[in-house]
Structure formats: C-alpha cells, structure tokens
C-alpha cells in the first residue's frame, strides 16, 4: 500500500523591526514550517524595497509589523493587496508603561535622535529636572531615590501607553494588549520589556502563538523560545524602577541594572549612575533647553511642573 501524501510545510518571511530575528526564531523552533527568512525594514535601503517585495511571492506567508506608505512596496498597504491572503499582521511590539520616563529626544529641533550615555534612549524626567535647573546632586539623589517619579503621572503615561497599543492593533491580525494585561494581573509584566519597544521573549512567544494558531488553522503549541535563544536581551536593558513598581503596585526584580547595547560599550550601570550620566550629557557637555522629547508624545504632558 502506498503511503499516504502530506502536504508540505509552508515557509514565512518575517517583516518586523528589531525583533524580527526572534520571531523568525520562535516560529523555526515550533516545527510547522519548512523555512522561516526574517528582514528588518525600518533599516533597509529604499532601492531594495522592490526586490524585497518580488522575493515575497516565494513565501506561503507574510507576518509584519505595519509598515506605512513611506515603505513603498512592502508597506503593509502595498502587501495587502499583492499577496491578498498571505499576510499576517501585528502591530509594532511598542509599550513605554513599565519605563514611563522613556523617551526618545530631539535636539535643537531636528528629527534625528541624539545619542547619549544611554544611546538613542532618554529619561525625560530627568531632561525635565535639568531644564528647571536643578543641581547634580539633586537630580542623581531624587531619580534614585523615585522622588522625581512624583512629578510624573506613572499611571497616566501607562494607560496612555497601552491606549495606543489597542488603537493601532484595532486594524492587525494579532493583538498584544491582552498579554500585557494578563502579566499585569499576574504581577509577572515586569520583565516582559528590555526597553519600551524592544520585548522579552515571553511576549516574542505569544506572538509566535498566535500567527501559528493563524497559519495552520488550529491550535498548536510552540515551543517556548528561552531567554538564551532570544537575541535582544544581550542588548539594551531599561529595568523596572522600584517607584514605578511601587505605584502600579509590581514587583520590581532586585539588583537588574540599565544596560547600554554592545555596539555602545555594553556596559551595565545603576539608577544614580545613569541619572549621573544623564546630568552631565544634558547640563555639562549641552544646553539642556537644546532637547524636547520627542517620543513618546504623551510623556511630556504628564511631567508635572
């Protein structure tokens, strides 16, 4: 008797921005799929947009992040309507509730994003303390402490934050505001985010889940990626600050230090080091009044003056 005939594996291309080598690598480790390519195309020259798109067709499936108009050929837009039926979305893996002082800045009014001690990552409340022209000493002392988080609305910023997140996943495929919800209530968020858009990877697992469940139209378990196998947790780390953790009533992981990623030192530095660090970026080597933030646009708001 001749043996029976099964359908071969579909292959993927993972369209995402930094996490898109996890995810590619979470969807492998599941088994169901004979190749999984992943490309990051935030960073991806505009002339190989076309020849990207082309080399799409090969693909049973499409997972990506929303990519918008300026991406030309593999905007999320564009994709739709070359591929129809093989492309998954997922909004971008982007929560700033846990690090709510996070922020990206601009300097003298330009879009790009000046590097600090911290690289393109930025506490704006400590920008905020320096503008209103507090000392070194009071600035290291207060963030350290979680005085300065008094000025802040934590719980505004994470709401805000996670308002956002359910606003623009309202138009993808896979959702990620239930998982954050639910870790929130088990007091096990805590750890889920390295930085505001860089996710650990049990959040990495769930989106693996749940293009799985998508793909091959039933439910399958993955086999959980491990924090060794994930590639962004050897890269920057913005840890849970105590007086964050205190209001929103979290556990806070003793001893987690902020870390910078490798190619700026990778070096590891507590919370009075980094406001230290912080200070003398902003009020000794510039004009702190140089810098706005910038991102996120709800952030500035909620400093209280």
């Not at 008797?1 to 590619?24: F, G, K, R, W």
């Not at 935030?42 to 002339?47: A, K, L, R, T, V």
């Not at 409340?125 to 300065?148: H, N, P, T």
Request: a negative charge.
């Amino acid at each position: 008797m001749a043996e029976p005939m099964t359908a071969p594996q579909p292959t993927v291309m993972v369209l995402a921005n930094c996490t898109h080598a996890s995810i590619a690598a979470a969807l492998r480790k599941s088994g169901h799929f004979s190749k999984v390519e992943s490309a990051v195309v935030y960073s991806m020259p505009p002339d190989r947009f076309e020849p990207q798109a082309q080399a799409l067709e090969a693909h049973d499936f499409i997972l990506t992040i929303e990519h918008g108009a300026a991406f030309g050929p593999l905007s999320t837009k564009a994709l739709k309507e070359r591929y129809a039926g093989k492309v998954v979305t997922l909004p971008t893996p982007f929560f700033s509730g846990l690090m709510p002082d996070m922020a990206y800045l601009r300097k003298n009014n330009q879009i790009a994003r000046p590097e600090g001690p911290f690289g393109g990552y930025h506490s704006g409340l400590i920008l905020r303390e320096c503008q209103d022209g507090l000392s070194q000493d009071d600035v290291v002392g207060r963030y350290e402490s979680g005085e300065a988080f008094g000025r802040l609305d934590i719980r505004g910023v994470w709401h805000d934050s996670l308002n956002e997140l359910k606003a623009r996943e309202a138009h993808t495929d896979i959702a990620l505001s239930g998982y954050i919800e639910s870790r929130t209530e088990s007091d096990m968020i805590g750890t889920d985010f390295l930085t505001m858009n860089h996710p650990a990877e049990g959040l990495i697992n769930h989106i693996a889940q749940a293009f799985l469940s998508i793909a091959i139209g039933a439910q399958a378990r993955i086999v959980p990626l491990e924090a060794s196998e994930h590639g962004l947790n050897s890269g920057a780390r913005w840890p849970l600050h105590p007086a964050v953790a205190a209001e929103m009533g979290l556990h806070a992981p003793a001893g987690v230090t902020y870390r910078i990623r490798a190619s700026a030192g990778n070096e590891e530095f507590s919370e009075a080091e980094f406001a230290r660090r912080s200070f003398e970026y902003f009020c000794i080597l510039n004009a702190p009044d140089s810098f706005e933030i910038h991102s996120p646009r709800y952030i500035g708001p909620r400093i209280r003056h």
